[in-house]
T-cell receptor, first 117, second 113 residues
Framework: GAGVSQSPSNKVTEKGKDVELRCDPI?????LYWYRQSLGQGLEFLIY????????KSGLPSDRFSAERTGGSVSTLTIQRTQQEDSAVYLC???????????????FGPGTRLTVL | DQQVKQNSPSLSVQEGRISILNCDYT??????FLWYKKYPAEGPTFLIS?????DKNEDGRFTVFLNKSAKHLSLHIVPSQPGDSAVYFC????????????FGTGTRLTIIP
């Protein structure tokens, strides 16, 4: 079956440009999460969607970061005026629900490697 | 404030022996714990999980143990195989209303043939 997919797999951009990263979750998964992994670091939570709403945006590092989800499916993470410290692997995950326990087992996509020059 | 800690950045184990990966956490509100395995250039792959109401969960060669009083969990792999070489992340979630995962920094496991 289809897993979580992300595009592009790699993105190189210049400082100051805007970028959009896309995530297609597993069909039927209502919860969607964005994380990032900077070099030598663990995975850091960015934002969580339940359906199309984002009850928790607490992990977004600055107001240059935003995300949306439409139709309870595809999500886009947008970074405006990129900075070099935004360079990281951005990972998307989805789960059946967010009600806790096994229903929250999150399945990850392959990630988008963002490099800001 | 690192709420989930994996204090061993790397571990080498002989093929066929047992691999034991450790994880400690500080937040007593965590009630669900997971282990993920990650190969280079791929996303993390779910391996095994355990609820806080249990102290052991087994799936084939993989067993996770949870010691709530010590806020410690471990992943046992036996017998270890070369394909197990990867980075292993411990993660935890709790009843915070969103079930976001808090990850450790990972342990790189190398299985020596």
């Amino acid at each position: 079956g289809a897993g979580v997919s992300q595009s592009p797999s790699n993105k190189v951009t210049e400082k100051g440009k805007d970028v959009e990263l896309r995530c297609d979750p597993i069909s039927g998964h209502t919860a969607l999460y964005w994380y990032r992994q900077s070099l030598g670091q663990g995975l850091e939570f960015l934002i969580y969607f339940q359906g199309n709403s984002a009850p928790d945006k607490s992990g977004l590092p600055s107001d240059r970061f935003s995300a949306e989800r439409t139709g309870g499916s595809v999500s886009t993470l947008t970074i405006q005026r990129t900075q070099q410290e935004d360079s990281a692997v951005y990972l998307c995950a989805s789960s059946l629900a967010s009600s806790g326990g096994a229903a929250n087992t999150q399945y990850f996509g392959p990630g988008t490697r963002l490099t800001v020059l | 404030d690192q709420q989930v800690k994996q204090n061993s950045p790397s571990l080498s184990v002989q093929e066929g022996r047992i691999s034991i990966l450790n994880c400690d956490y500080t937040n007593s509100m965590f009630d669900y714990f997971l282990w993920y395995k990650k190969y280079p250039a791929e996303g993390p792959t779910f391996l095994i999980s355990i609820s806080s109401i249990k102290d052991k969960n087994e799936d084939g060669r993989f067993t996770v143990f949870l010691n709530k009083s010590a806020k410690h969990l471990s992943l046992h792999i036996v017998p270890s195989q070369p394909g197990d070489s990867a980075v292993y992340f411990c993660a935890a979630s709790g009843d915070f209303g969103n079930e976001k995962l808090t990850f450790g920094t990972g342990t790189r496991l190398t299985i020596i043939p």
